[in-house]
């Protein structure tokens, strides 16, 4: 662990709560990992450990009000912001991601969150009762869509003596997190990776459409996991109601199987890897018909559906030295099929998940895949949540593209 966090900035936003005084511990460590750190506090934190510890740990003046005392110099929050690698705000109060939530700039703390271009994780930290409120949840959450990574508080006894949860995180766990934070994210450093999310819709007339429940959880895990460790993500999308939270992520939405191949192929050229786990139609209507289809004109319905093109064999046709890697949803011979699927679209790998399992597929927080090489390496992975699934896949990926 020594010098791991070498040559990162870091800033250290602390917030008035009696966890404070961990923050003492957690800059030492940071410092000792080799981190340059500026520390930035609210006011109230200064009630409760002093800058003087602060600036005798990180070597450096502690920023907390917006000019200087002593000079009245400006202190400039966008600078700080863009001098960071990461921003880790650690306690943060329920009055701190109340204000981040809201961008309510009335400290030099919030004001650097609002300027950071990093990353920024936070280590919340409160009595149980304002954890669990419905405003802090809320607060949590929209931290949390836009991407703030919340280091969760653990249960024990609080400062009040109650026990329950909001003690925030102990320093070496939460330096733990950050030296996994930037070693993933150099792994992908200089990477072009192309992701297809979701099902696609194919238009029978103005209000139907043939589909399916991908409900897109799957690649946008994917797209979320490649683009934290350094790589540029186009996430060509089909029609989900998800976010993408990461600025590393370029997305595209489409809506037809048509369009994902457009969208697919034209960033494919410019990508190192693909990873395609959208479910896309393999069927359209012949024709969509312009009008809403009346049901009194007709005794029923018949629709001529054409073959869409396969995405994943097109760009097996032109991969060259680029990695693809392909998806497998079955409900039979799962096996025997995922083989097949790899050979004629040309995968160096493909992801079998079974229907047949209630943990895994279609709309699921979880899934449970086996991960097949093109050199005949197979792993079977227990269920997992989505999330985890795709840092195997993505660790797999790392194996054949580096
Ligand atoms: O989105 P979620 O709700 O999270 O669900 C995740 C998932 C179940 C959709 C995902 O895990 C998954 O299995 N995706 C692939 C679904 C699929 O269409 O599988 P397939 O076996 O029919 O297709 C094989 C491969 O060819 C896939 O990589 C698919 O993207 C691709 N394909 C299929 C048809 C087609 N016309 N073009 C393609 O590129």
New binding site residues.
Partial sequence: MEQALKGKHIVLGISGGIAAYKSAFLLRLFIKAGAEVQVVITPNGKEFITPATLAALSGKPVVSEFFAANTGEWHSHVDLGLWSDLMVIAPATASTIGKMANGVADNMLITTYLSAKSPVMIAPAMDLDMWAHPSTQRNIATLESYGVEIIQPGAGELASHLVGKGRMEEPDEILKRVIEHFSQRDSLRGKKILV???PTYENIDPVRFIGN???????FAIAEEAASRGAEVILVAGPVSLETRHPRISRINVRS?RQMLEAAQDAFEECDAAI?????A?YAPEECCDTKLKRENTDGLTLKLVK??????TLGDKKGNKILV?????TDHEHDNALK?MKS?KLDMI?L?SLQNPLA????DT?QVTIIKADGKETEYPAKS?KDVAVDILDELESVIN
């Fill in positions: 297809t999310a979701g429940y991908s409900s897109g959880k799957m690649g199987a395609l786990s959208a479910a896309v393999d869409n093109p396969d995405i994943a064999a392909g998806f497998a949803l079955e699927k679209k992801v998940n597929g279609f709309n699921k899934n989505k």
